[in-house]
């Protein structure tokens, strides 16, 4: 004789779960892309030759993190990462850079 115990069905509690954490994963996912497009966007359209945020019409070669004193290329996963207020753009040249103390990014470089 087949006996089942009374209450909620074990696997159907774990199959939800299963649910909710790949929708919070997806979730969170997809506001990371948006956060690096949103960063590529902003280095597009940037103006100074070294600036803290970029703005509009003009590119820049470099992107600096002030605390770190290291350069990246502008489409580095280290320049998605670096808070927004230790990142500048800029223009200088890698040996201007290293004269005011700065280093390559072992990632990018």
Not at 45 to 73: C, D, G, Q, R
Request: aromatic share 10%; with cysteine.
């Amino acid at each position: 004789m087949y006996y089942r115990k009374k209450g909620p069905n074990v696997w159907l509690i774990v199959v939800a779960l299963i649910v909710i954490i790949v929708a919070v994963a997806l979730q969170n996912h997809q506001k990371s892309v948006s956060a690096q497009e949103t960063a590529v966007k902003s280095w597009e359209s940037a103006e100074n030759s070294v600036s803290s945020s970029p703005s509009t019409s003009a590119t820049f070669s470099y992107a600096l993190n002030t605390n770190t004193m290291k350069i990246h290329k502008p489409n580095c996963s280290s320049v998605f990462e670096m808070a927004d207020h230790n990142r500048q753009w800029t223009n200088k040249s890698i040996e201007e850079l290293e004269s005011e103390g700065y280093t390559k990014c072992k990632r990018c470089f």
